[in-house]
C-alpha cells in the first residue's frame, strides 16, 4: 500500500425509515482518504454533504474502503437523508475535526468568535492535496517569521495529506496535515487556519487533532508530578465525561506533561493496542479524552484554549503545533520505542544528534552560588584527571549574582567570582583538556538588574495589579522583538569571546499577570502563545549561529520536558531530585515517549540533596548512563573511595552510551507496582548485543535471588553473558530468565550479552 491513497466512491445504500415502514434507497458519494503505514491504519472520508468523518485508526488493514465502518444505513449517522435530524448526526457522527454550534455538543476541536459576536463554525470540505514529504510549521508575527518545533522528513521518509474545509459563512479556511512516517508507526498532524472572509475573527480554541474513537474500552495514561518527581505514570479506567491534563503555567509544567495514551484495559508492556499522543509544543497545552453519551471516546488535544484568543485579520494564517500520534499493537513497549525512534531520527537535531554527548560536571549541587574561579579550576582539575570532559558553571557567574535574589538579565561576567572573565576561565579549563559549559537563564529579569533599571517595562505584567515575584524574579516579555534582540545580543557576546561549548538555558518559574506593555487590548490573550514563539525564536538563532553548541534543556528541573524543547536542544535536565531511587520513576515516566539519549542524568553525592537518602555509588552510575550521564557533586570533596570509582564508570558508560543512545529499550521492572525493584534491557537494532541493568530497591527475605527474563533479544541467537561467562540462547534468557542476586537495599548490577556464533 502507497502511504497515502484517496478514492472516490459512489455507493447505494438502503436505509429502514420506520415512519414509513419501508426501505429507502439512497446514493452516497465520498472522498476516502486511507494512511498506511507498516503496521498501522487510518481513514477519513470527506462525505457527499462536506462532513469531514473519521472512518477508523487501528491496526492496519490493507483495504482502500472501509468506508463500510461509517454505518450511512443506519440511524443517524445519514446526513443526506437525515434532514429533519441532523442534530442527532452531528452529536453521534464521528469527525475529524468537530466545529462548536452546529449540532455536536462534544467536545470542539475549533471555536471563534466574529465581528458580530457569533461563535458557531460549520467546516465542510473544499479539497485535498497529497505532498510528499513535509512541510514546515511557521507562523508569521508583525515583525518576522517563527518556526513551530516539528518533526522532519525527507521525500520517501514521509508523505503528507492536507485537507482543506471551509466555513462559508465567515470565510474561515482550516488546513488538516496528515503526515504519514513510511518507516514507523506514527501519524503528526497539524492544523492551519486562514482568514478568507473579509472580516477579523478571533480563534478562541484550535486543536491540533481530534480522533473519535469507537468505543471507549481504553485505560488513560498520563504523566504528572511536581518538581522534583516529574512524569511518574499514572494509568486510570476511562469514565462517562471528561478526563484530562492540561498546563495554565505558560511551559508544558512539572505537573502534567503533553503526552497521554490511551490503552486497552489488558495491555502491558508488550501486548495489547497502545495509542500515544504528544504535543511537539512547551506552552500551555490541553489533552482530554471524553467518554459520550454511547460509550464512544473523542480524544483532543492542542494548545489550551484557556485564557487563549488569538485575532485573524483578513488573508492572516494562525498555525497550530503538531501532534505525533503513535499507535502500537505489541504493548505500551513498541509504542515508546516508535516515538524514542521517531525523535531520534525525526526531531533532534544539529552536531549531537548522532553522538555521544561529553561526560560532564556540573557545579551546582557541588557550590550552589559559593564558588569562584579557583573553586572551579580545582574541580576540573580533579575531574580531569578521572576522565570527564566538561565542567559546567552553573547559575551565579553574572551581574553579582550571589543567591537568587539578582541579575537575571545582567548577562555579563561576575569579575569578583570570575577576575579574568570568562575566557580566562574557558582557556583554562581548555588546557585541562577540558570543554567549558555555562548556565543561562535567558528569559527572566530580576527586579535587581541593570536591565529592569533601564527597563521595567520589559517584564511580562499588568498595570494595576501586584506583580507577583516567585524566585524573586520576573518573566520577560518574550512576545517583542526588541527584548528578545538585547538578551540574544547579550549572549552573543558571551559566546563570541570564550570557547563555551554547552549551554544550559534554564526557566525557573511561571507566568503569572499575563499581560504585555506592546501589545492591543484585541491581541492581549495572545501573549501565552506568543511569549513561546519568541522562546522558540531565539533558541532557533542560537542553534543556527552555534552549530556545534550543545544545548541542553533545563525548567527548575523537567518542567519543560517536552517534543518542542527537543527540537532545539538534543537533551533535557530530566529533573531536580537526582537520588537514584527517585529517579526510576522519573526515568521510568519520561521514557514512556521520550528516549533515554534525551535524559540528562547526573551522579550527585549522598545523602542526596532532595530526599536525604543514601545509595551505593554504583547504583547511582548505573542510573544515570541510561540518559546524558555526568556528575553533579564537589569531586575534591567526595569519599575517595568514591571518587577511585569514577574513571571506571565513565568507561562503562562510554562502552554502553552507543547501545543506549541508539538501540531499543524495553522496560522490564515496574517500580510502581510493588516498589522492590527495577530492570531494564537496552537491545540493539540488529539484536546482536545487549545490556540489562537491575536495580533493587529494598532488600527482602528469602528473596536473595530473583529470576528475571530479558526481553529485546532474538530468541535463536546464542548469547553470552559477561558476568557469569554462560552462553545460552535469547529463548532461554527470555523465556526463562536470568537469576539476580543482590544483598541489600538499593543495589543494582548491570550485565552485558553479546551474540556468539
Ligand atoms: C534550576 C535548575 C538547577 C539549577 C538551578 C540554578 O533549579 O533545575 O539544575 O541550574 O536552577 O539556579
New binding site residues.
Partial sequence: MKPITVKKIKKEYSRFVWQTNSNEIFTEEMTLFTLTSPGATYALAALESGHLAHVYFGKRADDEDLSYLLRLDENPYTPKVNERDMGTFMDTTPFEYPCHGIGDYREPAVMIMDGKGMSALDLRYVSHEIIPGKPLLSQKLEDCEICLPATFAENGEAETLAVTLEDKRTGLRVILYYTVFTELDVIARSVRIVNGGNEAVDIRRVMSACVDFDNDEYDFITLNGSWARERVMERCRLHHGKQGVDSVKGESSHQNNPFTALVSHTADEDMGEAYGFNLVYSGNFFAQAEVTQHKKTRFVMGINHFDFSWRLEPAAEFTAPEVIMVYSDQGIGKMSRTFHDLYRQHLIRGEYKDKRRPVLINN?EATYFGFDENKLIDIAKEASSLGIEMLVM??GWFGHRDS?NSSLGDWFVYEKKLPGGLKKLADEVNKLGMKLGI?FEPEMISPDSELYKAHPDWAIQIKGLPMTQSRQQYVLDYSRKEVRDCIYGQMREILDNANIEYI?W?M?RQLTEVGSNALPPERQRELWHRYVLGVYDVMERLITDYPKLLLEN????GARFDPGMLFYSPQI?AS?DTDAIERLKIQHGTSICYPASAMGAHVSDCPNHTVGRSTPFETRGNVAMVGTFGYELDVTRIPKEDREKIPGQIEMFKKYNPLIRTGDQYRIGNVFEDNMWDAWVFAAKDKSEAVFTFVQVLGRPNYRSRRIKLKGLAPEKMYKNHDSGEIHSGAALMNCGINVSLDGDFKSKVVYFSAVN
Avoid: A, R
Fill in positions: 551546582w552553573d547559575d537568587d548556565w544550559k534554564d525557573n533545563c525548567s527548575g528541573g535536565w531536580d
